[in-house]
């Protein structure tokens, strides 16, 4: 099964939640556009049009995926937000992902505690665990991968700002020689564009963007993909500290037998042929 597992996707009962606040974050309608407010960001218009669920999901077949996951936009602040405010944008957010339909999901990392223990693998029996859970917060993370190497360079914050972005893209350069040319790869976040100053003052660096509803191409998804299962899948973290930890502690075991990836065409003999043939030819 084809995933993309780090999908944005602006869902309409998140707008409305938006366009109902008085402060940051909020959206209004400027001459017909939808502007998003952002406490020490520039506004910045959100293309509805080409966030409309069923076009994203030609796009998403068209591409190949069987399942896209989306998650909330971390530089709205939601985590620095009172409780209750907090709250009523990511229910918003939740009310309009969980209305999606195929091929979309709901993702996102946060802190949570489970109220319920998990209950192991066994013969005969499904690893089983309820889904009511406790918020503790949540972190960013940001990550870059050496696609020579397989060796990653990564940040958490609590935020997600281009403020953010530009620093931690200070670390991952930093030790580069100024001649050197160095090309990223980025998914299209609202974050990473509108660098045009830190570009400047790194002629040697070039931002590449994947395809809209394809970034499942930029290796480092792959990444996300085995530190998810690996390190956070059906774990409890009490804090966001604790979740930093955990992250910190699977880096640490990666690096010991970093590796790059090797993208491979799956091999198809025999009856395959034929079934692909045919399916050719009708």
């Known amino acids: 099964m084809k995933t993309d597992i780090h999908q944005h996707l602006w869902t309409q009962p998140l707008v409305d939640a938006l366009a109902r606040r008085s402060e940051h974050p909020f959206v209004r309608d400027e001459h017909g556009l939808t502007v998003l407010f952002l406490a020490g960001e520039r506004p910045y218009v959100i293309d509805l049009d080409s966030e409309e669920a069923s076009r994203r999901a030609e796009l998403a077949r068209r591409d190949g995926l069987n399942r896209a996951l989306v998650c909330l936009s971390s530089p ?8 209750k405010d907090a709250t009523e944008l990511i229910d918003a957010y939740h009310d309009g992902a969980l209305e999606l339909g ?9 802190a949570l505690d ?4 998990v209950l192991p693998l066994s013969p005969g029996r499904l690893e089983r665990h309820g889904f009511e859970y ?6 960013n993370l940001f990550a870059a991968l050496n696609v020579a190497t397989g060796e990653v360079r990564k940040k958490t914050t609590k935020s997600k700002t281009r403020i953010d972005f530009q620093a931690f893209m200070d670390e991952v350069v930093k030790d580069a020689p100024a001649d050197q040319e160095i090309h990223v790869i980025l998914d299209n976040y609202a974050t990473h564009k509108k660098n045009d100053e830190w570009l400047k003052a790194h002629p040697n660096v070039t931002f590449h963007f994947t395809p809209t509803s394809a970034s499942w191409l930029n290796q480092i998804e792959i990444w996300f993909g085995i530190l998810g299962r690996k390190a956070l899948d059906g774990a409890s973290f009490n804090s966001p500290e604790d979740l930093a930890k955990a992250i910190d502690e699977f880096c640490e075991v990666w690096h010991e037998n970093a590796h790059p990836f090797v993208w491979k065409k799956r091999e198809v003999r025999g009856s395959q042929i034929r079934n692909t043939i045919v399916n050719l030819l009708e």
């Open 114 to 117: 489970r109220l319920d223990p």
């Open 76 to 83: 709205l602040g939601i985590e620095s937000l009172p409780r």
């Open 102 to 110: 195929e091929p979309f999901g709901v993702w996102g990392a946060l």
């Open 134 to 139: 406790r918020r503790n917060g949540t972190l």
